[in-house]
């Protein structure tokens, strides 16, 4: 048991180490994987010696079981508030104070940030963190350890030598801008509530009865002052004091300074607020505070507020102005943005006219309305936002009823609704379910999108056009030479260099080529043969390439493998998509929204114009015919309550689609009550009959597409599962898979016991030795290639 001890406590020594190198001093001297197997070693000891485990052990940081509520915690200290100054004149003020009050010509003080987050007070004894608690009002507030312990920069137990006995220290909890970002964006996709700033994502994080989404959440933490001190002397100073916390693992702020006089401590403001926007974490201004400690004791206090420190706070962010008008913006991938267009205001530093609401359900949830007041907030370089309306100024008239009694006062305009089209190019806008983001379906056309658009389609695992990067992209498309995919298979050797002659002249370039006289054409000629090569891309490529949102590589293989040709893909309805394997109800809409657009479907014939022919076209499998009963695709119109069974029961009564188009109320009887009722409401929606018509004239040529039974060939590899594994001679893991899979197999990304051949290179590693164990046949290239020729 002794060894085990020793083992568990260097397993802690060492997470403790890594764990201040990467959180604290941002230099970590092992990469995470390292990190991790220690961690999940100690885990493992600790469950298996539940003896082992300490209150400082690292595995204790992921949260627990929810609390019912915080305890209340009374501070031995006061957490005590700062006076505030906001001019200079405030601040030489409390400077000249400090200096009478002293009796001295100059005062020496220790200067920081003034954090935008949440005082906490931290206890450690003998070492060891055992609560932690929120300012609250000063002399009682919460405790919050088990949610504190989950921050990783907070040590569990502090390093070095000389230990309190008790130690409390004061300091401050916050978010990171990028966390907070990802945080938001993380919100949104869930169509949750996003954090209107860093300090409330801190504080609400901070105040979960969950520990477990405290310590999912990214918090941090800077230490700024000590409260008690026992067992050791502390250092004489405040300065000293920050130094000796860093000694003892304690995370504190690197931009903090010790500065002499008024000027000192303005010429500090001066230069924090320049360097605010790049900081990375969010500050409202700057605290001062007399750095000799017995100093501050002499000064004392003066209410609740001491007499030896201030904050000096910056000029305010949040500001009140008008709503003039809500517009949207559309993104580089079609996400619509309303944008709030505003009154003219100055906050953060900055005239202010425009603002984000990030999404319609943001707006609906803050109810912004044209002519509302709103609070308007900027930090920093972050894009200004509406943080909420005034709803005691919005703009009210007077609404009457049927009677001289019934008037009432109602909102001047109405609560907002998002475009139903793209403001840009006229393309349908959806957004599908579960998601917070509405977008443009125009992909192929939208001009907001057309640099997105081109990137994808010009990609390696998409048309594969060698050497047409972003700069290029952006030359083609800013100087106008590209408005859609299609143009790219137009453009000359005149158009190349007239583009790349324009670009330079625009940002005051001269090539060195042209300094010499002469003009280089080969990159140009280059990027040519590469379009032109990229003409006869296989099918699966080319859907990939259409940038359909939801379609990756292995969707668009799919696609490709069940329907055959891209006439057959580009008309699909929804319902017959979702019915090819791995196909589910949200990328199938998307892919009939996607061609749904007229707009889509012209970008699409004018590449195919332009020469683009996709190639391995055949008929649809054969295995679609099973697929494609009346009874699985009722199942696929995904109407409320028709489930598999139910569906087999209407294909009873309706054996074609088009009958069914043409069904009432009378004609359901055979169905139960809530199951006819939904048939009947979703029937009853915009153009769902002419939908089945269609889906009916679908079905019926697509099945005369289907070749028969003894028409459907099978390649060498058809039921067989394979793994590549390291480096082949000659081909590519993309090509060797492409091989394999042509001829009817499947490739696996890891071995098992359903695998029949493993294909091993050069540097194979733990695959090859698994197969070996596991006796898979283990192939090379050559064995690979003689197997297709037979």
């Not at 359900?361 to 109810?367: H, Q, W």
């Amino acid at each position: 048991m002794t060894d085990l001890i020793e083992q568990a406590a260097q397993l802690r020594r060492l997470l403790h180490q890594y764990g201040h190198e990467y959180y604290v001093l941002d230099a970590p001297s092992v990469p995470d994987a390292e990190y991790d197997r220690i961690f999940r070693e100690l885990q493992a000891l600790e469950a298996a010696h539940p003896d082992l485990l300490t209150a400082d052990s690292p595995t204790q940081r992921v949260g627990g079981a929810a609390l019912p509520s915080f305890n209340s915690v009374i501070h031995r200290v006061p957490m005590l508030s700062l006076n505030n100054a906001f001019e200079d004149e405030e601040v030489e003020a409390f400077d000249r104070r400090v200096r009478e009050g002293l009796g001295i010509a100059a005062a020496t003080y220790d200067v920081g940030p003034k954090f935008d987050g949440l005082a906490m007070s931290l206890t450690y004894q003998d070492g060891v963190l055992v609560q932690a608690a929120t300012r609250g009002d000063g002399a009682t507030g919460e405790d919050v350890t088990r949610n504190v312990r989950t921050i990783n920069a907070i040590p569990l137990r502090l390093h070095g030598e000389n230990i309190p006995a008790v130690l409390e220290v004061r300091g401050e909890v916050l978010m990171f801008k990028k966390d907070f970002e990802r945080l938001n964006d993380e919100q949104t996709a869930k169509g949750l509530k996003v954090f209107a700033n860093p300090r409330n994502a801190a504080a609400g994080s901070l105040r979960q009865l969950d520990s477990r989404i405290t310590a999912s959440r990214r918090l941090a933490f800077f230490a700024y002052g000590i409260a008690t001190c026992e067992g050791v002397t502390p250092p004489a100073s405040q300065s000293a004091v920050m130094d000796w916390f860093a000694t003892l693992g304690l995370p504190i702020c690197k931009e903090r300074d010790r500065v002499v006089g008024s000027d000192g401590l303005l010429g500090y403001y001066h230069r924090i607020g320049d360097k605010r926007p790049s900081l990375p974490y969010e500050i409202d201004g700057v605290v001062y505070k007399v750095d000799s400690f017995a100093q501050q004791e002499e000064l004392g206090f003066v209410s609740r507020a001491p007499r030896w420190a201030i904050a000096h706070k910056f000029p305010a962010q949040e500001a009140l102005t008008l709503v003039e008008a809500i517009d949207v913006q559309v993104g580089r991938t079609g996400a619509i943005t309303p944008v709030a267009r505003l009154q003219p205001v100055f906050v953060g530093g900055v005239t202010v006219t425009n603002a984000t609401l990030h999404n319609e359900d943001e707006v609906r949830r803050k109810d912004v309305r044209i002519g509302d007041t709103v609070i308007v907030r900027r930090a920093g370089d972050v894009i200004p936002e509406v943080v909420g309306v005034v709803l005691e100024r919005r703009p009210m008239i007077e609404q009457t009823g049927g009677d001289l009694f019934s008037a009432q006062q109602v909102p001047r305009e109405p609560a907002y609704q998002l475009p139903k089209t793209c403001p840009v190019c006229g393309s349908h806008v959806v957004r599908e379910e579960g998601e917070a983001i509405a977008r443009c379906s125009g992909g192929l056309f939208c001009s907001a999108q057309r640099k997105e658009a081109i990137w994808h389609f010009a990609g390696r695992r998409a048309m594969d056009i060698d050497g047409l990067g972003g700069r290029y992209i952006d030359n083609l498309v800013e100087l106008d030479y590209v408005h859609g995919v299609a143009d790219l298979y137009r453009l000359t050797l005149d158009d190349f260099l007239e583009m790349k002659r324009r670009a330079d002249e625009r940002d005051g370039l001269t090539p060195e080529t042209v300094q010499q006289g002469k003009v280089a054409t080969k990159w140009a000629e280059n990027l040519l043969e590469a379009i032109e090569a990229s003409k006869k891309p296989p099918l699966a490529r080319m859907l990939f390439a259409l940038g359909i949102r939801h379609v990756g590589e292995s969707t668009a293989k799919t696609l490709a493998d069940w329907l055959g040709r891209l006439q057959w893909v580009r008309h699909a309805p929804a319902a017959v998509l979702r019915v090819l394997p791995d196909i589910g109800g949200t990328v199938a809409d998307s892919i009939a929204d996607f061609f749904a657009e007229p707009k889509n479907q012209q970008a699409l014939d004018d590449l195919l114009s332009a020469g683009v022919e996709p190639q391995g076209e055949r008929a649809p499998s054969a295995e679609l015919r099973e697929k494609l009963d009346v009874a699985t695709l009722y199942a696929a119109l995904n109407i409320p309550r028709l489930t598999p069974v139910r569906a087999k029961q209407l294909a009873g009564q309706f054996p074609t689609l088009a009958g069914l188009a043409q069904a009432n109320e009378t004609a359901l009887v055979g169905l139960p009550t809530d199951v006819a009722s939904a048939v009947l409401t979703w029937l009853g929606q915009p153009d769902r009959r002419e939908q089945l018509q269609q889906l009916d004239q679908f079905q019926a040529r697509l099945l005369d597409a289907l070749p028969q039974a003894s028409e459907a060939t099978q390649g060498v590899f058809t039921g067989k599962t394979f793994v590549l594994t390291g480096t082949l001679p000659t081909l590519s893991r993309d090509e060797a898979k492409a091989l394999i899979e042509a001829a009817g197999g499947k490739v696996s990304g890891s071995v098992s016991k359903k695998t029949d051949v493993v294909v091993a290179g050069e540097e194979a590693g733990s695959k090859l030795t698994k197969a070996q164990e596991l006796g898979v046949p283990v192939w090379d290239e050559a064995q690979l290639q003689a197997a297709l020729t037979t």
